[in-house]
Structure formats: C-alpha cells, structure tokens
C-alpha cells in the first residue's frame, strides 16, 4: 500500500522518560507505515533543553506558531532533584508554560471514552471538555498577613497619576488580604479560542462565573465573552447548530452533574484547575486524557493530560516489563494528522486518523489493555498488555479493518 503523503510539516515536540519510550514505538508501529511523515523535529527531552539553554523550546514554540500544528510528548518540569539527576545548568521552565505564553493559547482536556470503562457519573454518556483560561486571578495574586488593626485599600494609579480608591476592610484585628487581577486581552483571546473550537468541534459551549457576587470582575469576564460572541460568532454557531450558554457556576456545577455531557466547559483559572481534575477522574482515567493547546489565531498544539510517567521508566531502565498506556499519546498524534489533514485538504490524512483511533478503542473493548485500565474496566476476561505489546495489538486491529 503506498503511503500518505504530507503537504506541510507538523512540528514533533520529543519528550522525557517512558512517554519519550512510548513516542519511538508508536511511531515506528503506528505513524511511519502508513505515512510519508514530514515533521519538523524539535528535542524538548530535558538534557537537550539543557544544552540550548532552553532555546530548542522557544524555536519549537515559533515552528509552531509558524506552522501551526504540532504534536507534543510529555515533559520533565525541573525541580530541585531533576537538577542533580540531569545536571542542570538552571531550573529550566515549565515547556508547557513557555509554549503556551508564546502561542497564548487556552488548554482543551477532553476524555476518551470506550465500552468498558465507565463514568462514575451515571448519566454522561459523551465526553466533557474543560477549557481552562491560563492567566491570572488568584495564580498571579498578591497577599499580606494583616498582623493587626489597620484600614486595607484596594489602590489604581493610572499613568497620569489619577487615582482609583476603595476600601476593602477596616480591620480590627488580624486577618488576611489578597489582591487579584486580569486584563481584556487576556479574557478576549480565552473567549476567541473556546468560540472557535467549540465549531472546531461542533459542540457546545457552556461558561460560567460568579458575575452576581463578583459585579465588576467576574462580569467582565461575562461581558467580553457575550460581546465577542454577538459580533463574531452568533451567526456561525446557529449556522452550526450549536449553542453558547452562560450561567452561574453553581448552576452550572448542578446541570454537568446531570447532563449527557458533549458539550465544552469553559471555566475561570481557579474553576478549570479544580474541575478539570473533578472531570477527568470522574471519567476514569488520567492516561485516558487529551489535550490540545489552541491559540486565538487558530494555532494547535497537541499531548496527552499525563506527565512523563517517572515510575514505569525506572522500571524500564531496571529491565523490568513496563505496562504503560500510550492512549493519550497515540491521540495527540491522530488529533495532529487530523487538523493538518483538515488544513491541507488531505482527505486521506484524516481518514487516517479516524481510523487508527476507531483500532485504538476495538482492541480495548477486544479486552486488550494496559495495566491501569484493567485495574478499573467492567469487561470480563481482559488480556494485560505490556507496553509495546499493547501498540503492536492496535496495528494489528488497524490492519485488520
Ligand atoms: P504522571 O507522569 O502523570 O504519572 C503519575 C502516575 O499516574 C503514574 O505513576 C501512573 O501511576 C499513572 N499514570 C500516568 N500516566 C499513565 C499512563 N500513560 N499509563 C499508565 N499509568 C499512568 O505524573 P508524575 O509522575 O507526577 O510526573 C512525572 C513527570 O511528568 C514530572 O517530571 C512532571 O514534571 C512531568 N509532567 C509533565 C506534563 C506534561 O508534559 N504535560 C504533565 C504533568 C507532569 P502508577 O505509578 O500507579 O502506575
Ligand atoms: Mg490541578
């Protein structure tokens, strides 16, 4: 069979530990038989950050914003024992954070779902995407510990010395205070990206805040959502068939609960990393979770929701047999192939894809899995399949059908 070709690259963002293991094989097994792959390779696995001074991240950023689909392995966030285990000149960033300022992105979690392992929640039937808007609120707050009586102020002074004055609380004893910010811009690309993924996707689009408590912070995050919504996109989402929907976040809190789910969650800092681990676990599986960075501009960036999975590579390095689930990750690179398929006007590319995920969940509900999965699946007889195993059964099943 002759093998799909490509008209742009997509940008290849390697990775660290037993996702970078996982990476060669599905590649090997999965991607390369099958496609003339055109990938702009780009060596985000630490040590590398480590010899550009984290350069190779920011030009993989700037591929990526120039070609506008990448695909993303997990990564080694540094921290105080990565610096001697890898030598590091620096406690190099997070690549997630730099990527995603670069490209100033929102970040879409969406579960993928299969027979066999069910929600916890009776009633979803259909996956729930949580958008989580990436700046600010409480993340980048300012605090005091208030020792004592003392009058707090919340104090603006603008460029030309006018002054904005509110008082927050008239202490009479000690106490603590914080203060918050957020800018339009910031909310504008957040609203732009979750509107156009939501007909990227053709689902709906559901946010909430507080607006009723919160009149002047919250509601502007509801204003410039339903005003960019009423000048750019009214008309293409009721062309679309879909809906944009804003409520109270109890209120949305209580219809999730008992909705069918298939719809996009759009959620506040705060409120998207709260839910979103409420989501995903509820839906099962952390290893069972997508990701998709999306710029306001139309940028893509795809991986999987887990870490590098440190445990199973120490394993590994030892010789022993690892059983890790490489679902998110063969997904990340399907959901890539996809979207450049879709740009390029490659029918066969997304053929592709949506055929090599249909093979991912038929071996699954085959009985065929990873470890972790059949820890919690409801299916009888299942086969425990070791790592490689695992994605040598998903070609299999894709050559079959
Ligand atoms: P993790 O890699 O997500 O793994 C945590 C645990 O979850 C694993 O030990 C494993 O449990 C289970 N697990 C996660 N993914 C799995 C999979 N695909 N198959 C089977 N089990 C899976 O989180 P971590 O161990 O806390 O972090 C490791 C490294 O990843 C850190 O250096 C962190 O900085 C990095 N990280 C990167 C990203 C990213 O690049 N997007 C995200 C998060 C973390 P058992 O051990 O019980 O089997
Ligand atoms: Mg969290």
């Not at 599905?26 to 950050?49: F, H, M, Q, T, V």
């Not at 879409?108 to 009633?123: D, H, S």
């Not at 510990?145 to 008082?167: M, N």
């Not at 990701?291 to 394993?315: F, I, N």
């Amino acid at each position: 069979m002759e093998k799909i070709k490509m008209k742009t690259p997509i940008v290849e963002m390697d990775g660290d530990e037993m996702t970078r293991i996982l990476w060669k094989i599905i590649k090997d097994e999965l991607i390369c038989p099958y496609i003339d792959l055109k990938s702009e390779y780009y060596d985000l696995g630490l040590a590398n950050r480590n010899a550009t001074n984290d350069q190779v991240t920011i030009d993989s950023a700037n591929a990526n914003k120039k070609y506008g689909v990448a695909v993303k392995c997990a990564t080694i966030t540094p921290n105080a024992v990565r610096m001697t285990e890898y030598d590091l000149k620096e406690m190099w960033k997070s690549p997630n954070g730099t990527i995603r300022a670069i490209l100033d992105g929102t970040v879409f979690r969406a579960p993928i779902t299969v027979k066999g392992i069910e929600p916890y929640v009776r009633t979803w039937k259909k996956p729930i995407t949580i958008a989580r808007h990436a700046y600010g609120d409480v993340y980048k707050n300012v605090e005091i510990d208030v020792p004592g009586p003392g009058k707090a102020e919340l104090v603006f002074t603008g460029e030309k010395g006018e002054e904005l004055r509110e008082t927050v609380f008239d202490f009479k004893g000690p106490g603590v205070l914080q203060g918050m910010h957020n800018i339009d811009k910031s909310i504008a690309s957040f609203a732009r990206s979750c509107f156009n993924y939501a007909l990227d996707t053709k689902q709906d689009l559901w946010f909430a805040t507080k607006d009723t408590i919160s009149k002047k912070y919250d509601h502007t995050f509801k204003d410039i959502f339903q005003e960019i919504y009423d000048a750019e996109y009214k008309e293409r989402f009721e062309k679309a068939g879909i809906v944009y929907f804003y409520t109270l976040i109890d209120d949305a809190v209580a219809r999730v609960m008992k909705s069918e789910g298939g719809f996009i969650w759009a959620c506040k800092n705060y409120d998207g990393d709260v839910m979103s681990d409420m989501i995903s676990s509820a839906f099962g599986s952390l290893a069972m979770m997508t990701s998709v960075l999306v710029s306001p501009d139309g940028k893509y960036e795809y991986e999987a929701a887990h870490g590098t999975v440190q445990r199973h590579y120490y394993k590994y390095l030892k010789g022993e047999e690892t059983s890790t689930n490489s679902v998110a990750t063969i997904f990340a690179w399907t959901g890539a192939l996809r979207k450049r398929g879709e740009l390029d006007d490659i029918p066969e590319l997304m053929q592709f894809s949506d055929r090599l995920e249909k093979a991912v969940i038929a071996t699954i509900e085959s009985g065929k899995m990873t470890k972790d999965l059949a820890l919690i699946t409801s299916l009888p007889d299942v086969t425990v399949l070791n790592s490689e195993d695992f994605i040598k059964a998903v070609r299999a099943t894709y050559e079959a059908m």
